[in-house]
């Protein structure tokens, strides 16, 4: 699997660039500095956790109908905004012209 770029546009449209208001929110409750960042960090490893429970439980596609690959590219997108949060500020603009510019460190057909 890699990167979904359209996908990462899509829900950003959607539900907007919410880890900054995520990072103040964990800030205030953790009473230790968060960074939008860490947000994308914290829910890769929120969703390898969700892997490891469908792989170990071996949940049928009936009991969770694509779970396991929605979940697998969610992780992979957030691991990317985790490390190039610089290129999801300016992701919408840049889909506009061409996506090829675009830093991904984690193209690869394994996650």
Same mark, same amino acid.
């Given at each position: 699997?890699?990167?979904? #770029?359209?996908?990462?546009?899509?829900?950003?449209?959607?539900?907007?660039?919410?880890?900054?208001? &995520?990072?103040? !929110? $964990?800030? =205030?409750?953790?009473?230790?500095?968060?960074?939008?960042?860490?947000?994308?960090?914290?829910?890769?490893?929120?969703?390898?956790?969700?892997?490891?429970?469908?792989?170990?439980?071996? #949940?049928?596609?009936?009991?969770?109908?694509?779970?396991?690959?929605?979940?697998?590219?969610?992780? &992979?997108?957030? !691991? $990317?905004? =985790?490390?190039?949060?610089?290129?999801?500020?300016?992701?919408?603009?840049?889909?506009?012209?061409?996506?090829?510019?675009?830093?991904?460190?984690?193209?690869?057909?394994?996650?």
């Amino acid at each position: 699997m890699i990167v979904n #770029l359209d996908q990462i546009l899509h829900k950003k449209k959607k539900y907007g660039n919410s880890f900054p208001e &995520i990072a103040t !929110k $964990w800030s =205030a409750f953790l009473d230790k500095k968060v960074s939008p960042q860490d947000v994308a960090s914290m829910m890769t490893l929120m969703k390898k956790v969700r892997l490891k429970f469908i792989s170990d439980n071996r #949940l049928s596609e009936k009991v969770v109908p694509d779970g396991l690959l929605d979940t697998a590219q969610d992780l &992979i997108n957030y !691991k $990317w905004i =985790a490390g190039c949060y610089d290129e999801y500020l300016r992701l919408e603009d840049t889909l506009k012209e061409d996506i090829s510019g675009i830093q991904n460190p984690f193209r690869t057909n394994h996650f």
